[in-house]
C-alpha cells in the first residue's frame, strides 16, 4: 500500500470528449506528479504540481491540464481526446520537503481507452 | 534528451533461478531508481541507488555513475517477482522529472 489512490480505475471515452481523472495523496505530500504510460512502454511525466501550483511539465500539449488542491487531491483533465490518449494513467505523490525524484508513491492508475 | 535503456528486453525464468537486469543511461544523472511494475499496474519503489550497492532481502542493486548504468539482481525468484522493472532516472537539469526507459518484462514460471 503506498496511500495513493485513483479513480476510476477504468474509464472508456469517444473521440473528441473530455476526461478528468482524480488522485489523492497521502497527507502532507505537497507535490504530486502525474504519467502517461502508453501499452509496452515506461511512463512518460505529463507534469507536476506543488503546493497547488504546476511545478514543471513534459511535452505534452496545453489540452492536458491539471489542478492540486489544499486537500491533496488532485486532477488531470485532458480535452479533445484523440486515440493516442489511449493509456493507463499514473499520479504520484512526494512527502513535504523531500526532493521529487528521491521519494515518489504511485497510485495504481486509471486505464483509459479512447474509440 | 538523455536516454534509458534496459535489458533484456524479455526475460522468463524458472521459480528459484537468479536474474540480472541492466539499465544503461547516456548521461550523468542525479540519481536513479529502481521500480517494480506488478501484473495489475502498480508501481513500487525498490531501490533509491544514484551510487554505489544496496541490498534488500533477495534483492540487491549497483549503481557505477561513472560508467553510467546501474544493474538489479533477483535471486531465488518468486512468481511475484513477475512484473516489469524500470529505472527512472533524474535529469542533471531537473529537479523533478524523470526520463523512463522501456522496462525488462521478467516472467518467472512456477
Known amino acids: 500500500e503506498t496511500g495513493v489512490t485513483q479513480s476510476p480505475t477504468h474509464l472508456i471515452k469517444t473521440r473528441g470528449q473530455q476526461v478528468t481523472l482524480r488522485c489523492s495523496s497521502q497527507s502532507g505530500h505537497n507535490t504530486v506528479s502525474w504519467y502517461q504510460q502508453a501499452l509496452g512502454q515506461g511512463p512518460q511525466f505529463i507534469f507536476q504540481?506543488?503546493?497547488?501550483?504546476?511545478?514543471g511539465r513534459g511535452n505534452f500539449p496545453p489540452r492536458f491540464s491539471g489542478l492540486q488542491f489544499p486537500n491533496y487531491s488532485s486532477e488531470l483533465n485532458v480535452n479533445a481526446l484523440e486515440l493516442d490518449d489511449s493509456a493507463l494513467y499514473l499520479c504520484?505523490?512526494?512527502?513535504?520537503?523531500?526532493?521529487?525524484?528521491?521519494?515518489?508513491?504511485f497510485g495504481p492508475g486509471t486505464r483509459l481507452t479512447v474509440l | 534528451g538523455i536516454q534509458v535503456e534496459q535489458s533484456p528486453p524479455d526475460l522468463i525464468l524458472q521459480e528459484g533461478a537468479n536474474s540480472t537486469l541492466r539499465c544503461n543511461f547516456s548521461?550523468?544523472?542525479?540519481?536513479l531508481q529502481w521500480f517494480h511494475q506488478n501484473p495489475w499496474g502498480q508501481l513500487i519503489n525498490l531501490f533509491y541507488?544514484?551510487?554505489?550497492?544496496k541490498q534488500n532481502g533477495r534483492l540487491s542493486a549497483t549503481t557505477v555513475a561513472t560508467e553510467r548504468y546501474s544493474l538489479l539482481y533477483i535471486s531465488s525468484s518468486q512468481t511475484t517477482d513477475s512484473g516489469v522493472y524500470f529505472c527512472p532516472v533524474l535529469r542533471m537539469d531537473s529537479n523533478y522529472q524523470l526520463i523512463w526507459g522501456a522496462g525488462t518484462k521478467l516472467i518467472i514460471k512456477p
Open positions: 504540481y506543488y503546493r497547488e501550483e504546476e511545478n
Open positions: 541507488i544514484p551510487s554505489g550497492t
Open positions: 504520484a505523490s512526494t512527502p513535504r520537503d523531500q526532493k521529487v525524484a528521491d521519494t515518489q508513491y
Open positions: 548521461d550523468s544523472v542525479n540519481n
